[in-house]
Nanobody, 126 residues
Framework: QVQLVESGGGSVQAGGSLRLSCAAS????????MGWFRQAPGKEREGIAT???????TYADSMKGRFTISQDNAKNTLYLQINNLKPEDTAMYYC????????????????????WGQGTQVTVSS
């Protein structure tokens, strides 16, 4: 059973940093597409970045610069570094995984990612 467990969220002041983690288990597929998404109350789910097992990354244009996706394949853990946090970054952050995959993309996340974590809340105060 595939499990994705996010951690690392919390309440921080604007300008601070957080590193979110997503521990993955329950599969041994060698080539996985993983992604980070976020959803604020009353807003649609928003894509942040994706990464493949081989390390190829994509970012949403609006997320370039302050967000960095990375992974430790030996630990089956996905990370999201967020710097210079802003109040508008307040949201529930989710990791997702898909395998096998044909297109590792942020588009249409519900269709392109079968496996989702429960999310970790990030709250940024001004």
């Amino acid at each position: 059973q595939v499990q994705l467990v996010e951690s690392g969220g919390g309440s921080v002041q604007a300008g601070g940093s957080l590193r979110l983690s997503c521990a993955a288990s329950g599969y041994t597929h060698s080539d996985v597409c993983m992604g980070w998404f976020r959803q604020a109350p009353g807003k649609e789910r928003e894509g942040i970045a994706t990464i493949t097992t081989r390390g190829s990354t994509t970012y949403a244009d609006s997320m370039k610069g302050r967000f960095t996706i990375s992974q430790d394949n030996a630990k089956n853990t996905l990370y999201l570094q967020i710097n210079n946090l802003k109040p508008e970054d307040t949201a529930m952050y989710y990791c997702a995984a898909e395998f096998p995959w044909s297109l590792c993309t942020l588009r249409d996340p519900v269709r392109n990612f079968r496996y989702w974590g429960q999310g970790t809340q990030v709250t940024v105060s001004s």
